[in-house]
């Protein structure tokens, strides 16, 4: 089994993304640790126990870290996941917890320490760039560093060049990008060029449903108010589901395929967050990410439909194949 940890920020997909790396008997989550994105911290540390709590896994722990990013002020995305973060979902808030001992950093410097955990990271990179600040040699024992965030040749999705995740803190993805330069290391971006393919079609959802009408229930219930979003906003018919994806490249990264180079954020002005990679060689510096620009859409949807539904990979290709091969033929 894969130790990893979480850094997330529930969030809708975030919260699908947490289902399926719970679904996969390959990880070991030794922990869930919560930064200020989608939602602000406290409320991603709620919704993170109401996801576990539908798992039946409140046994896994969950941090809360930081609060706002690392200089701009914060900004939260409650108009694209919604009031409660969770799509509008109101689920009951989980209540007599205990609370926890450590601070989100605290837990990923303590663990990481351990070696061969790796960390999948969904939201701003804030407790990751505090986490250089405080404990960088912790940052260097991750065995891998998986990023939802950036976007190389796609648009972005909160300015013309700029992904939410590190639009919202580029001067945390910034550090992090910086370090993983400096110390050979190298980021996995899933960026939206790979993450926009995933689209959950209402098609999906209905089939998702009939075949577990538990999951399929929950997961209407928290995107919902995402399909709404994205009809609004982008014209798209169901909603772009970006977090599961990286917790699928974790689990089987030939999912993806694309290219290495030196790659940077920017942290002001029109481009502010724009991720700068380096494909041409310009700079004549070593890469520091993999940057992912093509997915195998078929592959992810039976990867992600098994596990969150619990039914074999025949049954998915048997009742869902016409329904996501429509859009992704
Ligand atoms: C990213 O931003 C958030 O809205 C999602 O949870 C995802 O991590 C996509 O830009
Ligand atoms: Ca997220």
Redesign the pocket.
Known sequence: MKKIIIDC?P????SLAIMLALQSPELQVLGLTIVA??APVEMGFQNAKKVLKFLNRLDVPVYAGEAAPRKREYVN?LD??GADGLGESFLPEVENQPIPEKTAVEFLSDELRKGGVSIIA??PMTNLAKLVDTDPEALLMAERIVS??GNFRSHG??SPVA???YWEDPDSAKVVYAFAYEHQRMIEMVG?DV?REIVLTPEILEKMITANPVVGDFVKKITKFYFQFHWEWEHIRGCVI??PLAVACFLNPELLSGLEAFTDVETTGISLGQTVVDSMGFYRKESNARVFTKVDTIGFWELFLTRILQISKKQVQEEFREVYLEKNQ
């Open positions: 920020d969030g809708i997909d975030d994105g989608n995305a694209t996941h969904l939201g939802m965030g999705n909160c992904e939410y995740n939206l993450t970006n977090d």
